[in-house]
């Protein structure tokens, strides 16, 4: 979603802030601009679609300006155009703002504002903040940001420029990330460190309700209500190259090749397959209250509540511990029962997903212990959660979620089997399931090397615009992800179900020709998927099985199959899901979509 990034040091600020919104270009926008101090003055550029057109228009200019701010803007309120897009300005062009998050009191706000002679233009929320920003304005500009920020309801990460005070830049944040980049006479500032990782390791987060006073040579960052807070210096986890291509066409390419690493780094010094025994630092403090949970609720949104519904075949069968996911915006408004013996799972790759942070805050309230599993370290859902597991698989750029998923459900995995032990499951069990934990990843590697295989098989049925994916117990919920993936890059209609609800309806839609995908590996419910596809079949659909290796009974049912080695039921998740990201993959490569910006999507939705 939305990007801000700010630049104020020695070195000129234009093309630093255009390649830190390149860096930012993955989170999905629709239009970008920048404001720099140009000697006395500020000047805005913005430009409707791709930073490319942005560049082309500042192209025919100079700048000289060492201090900026840029966005790119994914729209909420109002369409997408030059006049919407940010920075907006207020007093004559004076002051200058960009925002991530919504203000939701925004038409009050302007009402009150009209009632003081200040006209808005645009339809955005954001111009309104900047003009409240002017109308305070009064010599300062930290002054002035306070108080139109104690008007606010709502989100917001924010940078702002004033051409009267050319020395500094003031942000702050409430919901939407903020982070300072620390560098050697300079400090850059964005809403995701993937923009300050070039120029700076050092980085401070910004905490809700915080603003910061970003000067050449230092900064204080102060509360809302102006109280000195001391900040801390954090190292950022990742390197420049782990954010670029590294010789793939695509950053989804990249990280579903990646993922025998990235699964390796998240299982790295946490199983001890000699020993057969898990260790989770991040939540060694509650283990004790974890294996005496009552019951465990997972929320998450999208991919990650896929992970979190694997998560919950995953507790109750190792862990024997009840179990239940719930879509974090579900959650959040329903005022959800929880007793003290309720423990709140919430999974996040970006850990900065409104509903599912709010979950978090929800479950806090009323008392419960939360955990978090993040992906993004120091991100807003891994401060606030009580304890939690990173994912450790090195940053994720392509909107479609794909190592981030695998390393979601290991963590999950590791979490089921420490549980386990501390309850019902024997030694022996838990060291069966972590020696075939320990070789996933040689083994996702084996997968991979279908890809050409997949890529021709889909070749076969890429015309066709309705698919079906269907499976059983642990592979209900790869159904739903397979499903997910194809729908977002490619933009061919797709459904993940049970295989067994199929006949509750979805099977009225079964005709000749029309792409039914099956995860069919052995396992207990084996004889019944095959029932499935007779029927299926019967109806002239088109069957793709994932199939277990060495499975011979499959060729006669399937047209088509891609085999997944064979590995204990509860890590079949992990190999299962791999051929279908990258039949989803390729799909849109061969449909020509942008499988790395898909329409109308964001790698981390921040807004509700
Ligand atoms: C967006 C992304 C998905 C992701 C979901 C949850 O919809 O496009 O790929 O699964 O948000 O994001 P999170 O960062 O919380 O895992």
């Known amino acids: 979603m939305c990007g ?105 706000l302007r009402t009150y504002l009209q009632q003081h002679g200040v006209e808005c233009t645009t339809e955005t929320d954001t111009e309104v903040l900047a003009h409240l920003v002017g109308h305070f304005y009064n010599g300062s500009l930290e002054q002035a940001v306070r108080y139109a920020l104690q008007e606010v309801q709502g989100t917001y990460g924010i940078a702002v420029l004033s051409a009267d005070e050319p020395d500094r830049l003031i942000v702050a944040r409430k919901g939407s990330p903020l982070i300072v980049g620390v560098g050697d006479g300079e400090y850059i500032v964005a809403s995701d460190a993937a923009a300050i990782v070039e120029h700076t390791a050092r980085v401070v987060y910004l905490s809700d ?23 801390k210096l954090d190292d950022l986890e990742f390197t420049l190259e782990q954010i670029e291509l590294g010789g793939h066409e695509h950053f989804m390419a990249k990280e579903i090749f990646e993922q025998p690493l990235s699964l390796a780094n998240t299982l790295s010094g946490r199983i001890n397959a000699r020993e057969g025994t898990v260790h989770l630092g991040g939540i060694a403090c509650e283990s004790r209250t974890l294996a005496r949970a009552k019951r465990i609720i997972f929320t998450a949104q999208g991919t990650a509540w896929h992970a979190g519904l694997v998560g919950e075949y995953l507790f109750e069968d190792v862990a024997k511990l009840p179990a239940e996911t719930e879509f974090a915006s579900e959650f959040r408004y329903r005022n959800p029962l929880i007793d003290d013996g309720t423990v709140i799972i919430a999974i996040s790759q970006s850990g900065e997903t409104a509903d599912t942070l709010a979950a978090v805050r929800e479950a806090k309230i009323k008392g419960a212990l939360t955990l978090g599993v993040v992906n993004a370290v120091g991100s807003t859902i891994a401060r606030e959660a009580d304890a939690g597991v990173y994912l450790h698989c090195g940053p994720e750029i392509g909107v479609a979620s794909t190592k981030a998923f695998m390393s979601q459900v290991a963590v999950l995995t590791m979490m089921a089997i420490e549980l386990g032990r501390r309850r019902f499951l024997s030694g022996q069990d838990a060291w069966q399931l972590i020696q075939a934990l320990d070789r996933i990843p040689e083994q996702v590697d084996r997968i991979l090397a279908e890809s050409d295989h997949i890529r021709s098989v889909v070749e076969k049925v890429i015309e066709r615009e309705n698919w079906l994916f269907l499976g059983r117990g642990y592979n209900y919920p790869i159904a ?129």
């Not at 070195?11 to 404001?35: C, F, H, M, N, Q």
């Not at 006395?40 to 701010?69: F, K, P, Q, Y």
């Not at 309700?209 to 900040?231: Q, S």
Request: with cysteine.
């Open 4 to 108: 801000i990034v700010g630049y104020i040091g020695r070195k000129k600020a234009r093309s630093i802030l255009i390649e830190g919104l390149k860096r930012l270009e993955y989170r999905g926008y629709d239009s970008a601009g920048v404001a720099l101090l140009e000697g006395e003055r500020i000047a805005i550029t913005r430009a409707v679609g791709r930073i490319a057109n942005l560049e082309r228009v500042l192209a025919d200019t100079e700048s000289g300006a060492t201090v900026g701010i840029a966005h790119t803007r994914w729209a909420t309120h109002g369409r997408p155009s030059e006049a919407n897009a940010h920075p907006h300005a207020a007093l004559s062009g004076r002051i200058a703002l960009v925002h991530n998050g919504i203000v939701e009191n925004y038409r009050a």
């Open 209 to 231: 309700g915080e603003i910061a006073v970003v000067g050449m040579d230092g900064f204080r960052t102060t509360t809302l209500e102006a109280v000195p807070v001391t900040k």
């Open 480 to 608: 739903l992800e397979g499903a997910l993936k194809l729908k977002e890059i490619s933009y061919i209609h797709a459904e993940g179900m049970p295989a067994a609800e199929m006949k509750h309806g979805p099977i009225a839609l079964i005709n000749a020709g029309m792409p039914v995908v099956f995860i069919a590996t052995r396992g207990q419910q084996y004889d019944k998927v095959l029932g499935n596809i007779e029927e299926v079949r019967s109806r002239g659909g088109r069957v793709i099985a994932v199939a277990t290796e060495g499975d011979t009974e499959i060729d006669h049912l399937a047209e088509h199959v891609f085999r997944v080695p064979d590995v204990p039921e509860p890590l079949q998740p992990m190999v299962t899901v791999v051929p279908l990201q990258l039949l989803a993959y390729h799909a849109a490569v061969l449909r020509g979509c942008n499988v790395d910006k898909p329409r109308n999507l964001a790698k981390s939705v921040t807004v509700e």
